[in-house]
């Protein structure tokens, strides 16, 4: 997937890490947050976490929240992010999904490896999803791990796997593909990935937390072929630019400031 097309006068990002976007399948890192701001992150989603935690609800299940915490909705509308991603997928930019991976210290779930598009009901694959530490990363920590190159190879055969998982979906032939490259993320940068890019992250071995927000990201173009058509979109929000299709919902921004059980379903 070639995303050049749009990136003739880029506004972020250089023409050197666009190539590589195209070449590699990912850039990484980039700078999003200053040291205050990503402490405020950091207080943010552990308010969130307590009240998951009151309710007996894991922190993977703070997923698709960025439409009702207004939190997560300035990250995901932050204008430097979309600057970034508008480099890669145009002016146009539709938010339809959010999900904290949060590996608490000695979580021994891993993330196989996998390519996101075949969980999704996108064509063309055209998704980018920014993946912002809120944590900083270390080898120890289960870093998401990026296979260089591997989203040329197209769609790719996978297994399900079902023991000490997050997510089920495996790629079946990962001896062919390059190597691993681990992101070791300061909190506040980002990498930018491909739908087709195969990446997954080890347990966390080591005693402090490793959290991630991915945010997906779409042109409002592409087409959503699934009978649950609602299912896909209800959580979008139009980020920048316009909706030709008028077939993306625009989600309002929160009105609440604060989050409670009950503004988060979880009471
Ligand atoms: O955070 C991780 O370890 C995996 C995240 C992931 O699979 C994704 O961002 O698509």
């Not at 997937?1 to 990136?7: D, G, H, P």
């Not at 590589?20 to 700078?31: A, K, S």
């Not at 080591?206 to 896909?232: A, E, F, M, N, Q």
């Given at each position: ?44 989603l552990d308010g969130l976490l307590l009240q998951f935690d009151r309710a007996g609800r894991d922190a993977y299940e703070i997923n ?204």
């Open positions: 997937m070639q995303f050049t097309e749009v990136a003739t006068s880029p506004k972020k990002l250089t023409v050197g890490q666009i190539d590589t976007f195209n070449r590699d399948g990912y850039i990484e890192p980039l700078p999003l947050f200053d040291a205050a701001e990503a402490q405020q992150h950091r207080a943010y698709e929240y960025h439409h009702v915490c207004q939190g997560i909705f300035e990250i995901v509308t932050n204008p430097t992010l979309l600057d970034y991603v508008e480099d890669l997928i145009g002016p146009d930019i539709v938010c339809w999904g959010s999900h904290y991976f949060c590996k608490m210290p000695h979580d021994e779930r891993e993330v196989p490896f996998h390519q996101d598009a075949p969980y999704w009901p996108f064509r063309p694959t055209k998704a980018v999803t920014a993946w912002i530490a809120i944590d900083d990363v270390d080898a120890e920590a289960g870093p998401m791990c990026f296979l260089p190159g591997s989203h040329r190879q197209g769609r790719l055969e996978w297994q399900r796997r079902t023991e000490n998982v997050v997510l089920e979906l495996e790629v079946t032939d990962r001896d062919r593909l390059n190597a691993p490259h681990p992101l070791m993320l300061k909190a506040g940068e980002l990498s930018l990935h491909t739908d087709l890019l195969v990446h997954g992250s080890a347990a966390n071995t080591s005693d402090h937390r490793r959290c991630g927000l991915t945010i997906r990201y779409v042109p409002p173009t592409i087409w959503v072929k699934s009978d649950d058509h609602l299912g896909w979109t209800r959580s979008a929000i139009l980020c920048r630019g316009h909706d030709p299709t008028g077939r993306w919902p625009n989600n309002p921004a929160p009105l609440r400031s604060e989050f409670g059980p009950k503004s988060l379903g979880v009471g």
